[in-house]
């Protein structure tokens, strides 16, 4: 997947909310849970200051919610809210690169690394000009 291409764009911001947000819930197939359990253990290493870290549930698609209901969801429909992020990549595709950047941002020091995610650093989220991006994507 090429550096700053549309999905990669999304899927950085996904793995900073992963990364990031309160109490998660992330819903994934069965198959998935021994490697999340291993990201959520190298959190709890790169991030000692956390107090809590995501619960892993099954699901058959990849959502992500939290307590004010942001998530991220994967399939092949827009969802209503802006306040979703979407990824318009099958289940199977999107977890292992999802995986990726999320070790790949805990590598660089995040939230801490510079021009890697930290919200004070670059501009807001606009999930809506994902979308627009994102839609002929589809895979």
């Given at each position: ?49 956390r ?13 992500v ?37 999320c ?5 660089a ?31």
């Open positions: 997947m090429e550096e700053n291409s549309p999905l990669w764009l999304a899927l950085r911001e996904a793995g900073r909310r992963v990364l990031s947000l309160g109490e998660i819930s992330i819903q994934i197939p069965v198959e998935n849970h021994e490697r999340w359990h291993r990201l959520i253990l190298n959190m709890s290493d790169a991030l000692p200051q107090i809590t870290f995501p619960s892993i549930e099954t699901g058959q698609h990849l959502t919610k939290d307590s004010e209901d942001r998530m991220i969801l994967t399939n092949h429909y827009s969802p209503a809210s802006f306040e979703t992020l979407w990824l318009p990549v099958r289940t199977e595709v999107v977890l292992p690169a999802l995986e990726q950047m070790s790949e941002l805990l590598l020091g995040y939230p801490g690394c510079e021009g890697c995610g930290y919200r004070e650093n670059e501009d807001g989220w606009d999930e809506e000009m994902s979308r627009k991006n994102l839609h002929g994507f589809m895979e």
